[in-house]
């Protein structure tokens, strides 16, 4: 059993080291294998976008979260699936970018990850599942990671970088979705095709950061203190 944990114990520092590395990996390698006309760069771009979601998640599987700390990391992404077929009427008006921030900045970078990419894949089960759901996994799950990063700086205190980063995370997410569709179904692919795909989706993704910034005002603070209530009981 000691033995065990000791395994454990590195390699969950490696999977640690490691996730900043995937998560960067993936933009860089859509980017990359375009540039350099790769005929499969879609599938392969996939593939790299699944083994860094694997791997975040593996990584929160071994960092052994106690039952306490799994529940709000559940309940919370449970909440934000919901919340995303909720909205469902009301195109780019989602809760989930905001719930991850809230997540990852009260639970951990990990966590907000996590919350992220489980709302994508449970609300799918209501949208439809397909190839564009790692790439929803692994965009709300940055969210919510790089929300937890800012955190652990406390830089989510101040005002204009919470709602800077949720305005600025709808760009984000929109992006490695608008990359998931050149590089899956614009042929042959130009710097004026991928242009224009992102101008016409411009006003969308700007109104899904606007959408998170009203969203986290309206919960960053009952939640967020709600949160660290819990974290602050069980120690988390």
């Not at 790299?48 to 106690?66: D, I, K, M, T």
């Not at 599942?129 to 969210?143: E, F, I, K, R, S």
Request: net charge positive.
């Amino acid at each position: 059993m000691i033995g065990e944990k000791q395994t454990r114990r590195p390699l969950a520092r490696v999977l640690a080291a490691a996730e900043p590395l995937a998560l960067a990996a993936v933009p860089a390698a859509m980017v990359c294998l375009a540039l350099a006309g790769v005929r499969a760069t879609a599938g392969v771009s996939l593939v790299v976008a699944l083994l860094a979601v694997a791997l975040l998640l593996a990584g929160f599987e071994r960092s052994r979260p106690a039952l306490r700390q799994l529940m709000p990391t559940a309940v919370l992404a449970a909440l934000a699936a919901a919340g995303r077929v909720l909205f469902a009427p009301l195109p780019d008006v989602k809760p989930v970018s905001a719930i991850a921030i809230v997540a990852g900045a009260a639970l951990g970078r990990r966590s907000g990850f996590v919350v992220g990419a489980l709302a994508a894949l449970l609300s799918n089960l209501f949208f439809g599942q397909g190839p564009w759901t790692p790439w929803q996994m692994y965009a709300w799950g940055l969210v919510g990671y790089v929300a937890g990063v800012l955190g652990e700086k406390n830089l989510l205190s101040r005002a204009p970088v919470l709602y800077g980063w949720g305005l600025f995370s709808g760009i984000v997410y929109g992006l490695i979705l608008n990359g998931y569709h050149v590089l899956g179904y614009v042929q042959p692919l130009t710097w004026p095709a991928v242009l224009a795909a992102c101008a016409a989706s411009l006003p969308l993704d700007v109104t899904h950061g606007l959408a998170t910034v009203a969203f986290l005002a309206a919960i960053w603070l009952p939640w967020g203190r709600a949160i660290r209530r819990v974290v602050a009981k069980y120690d988390l």
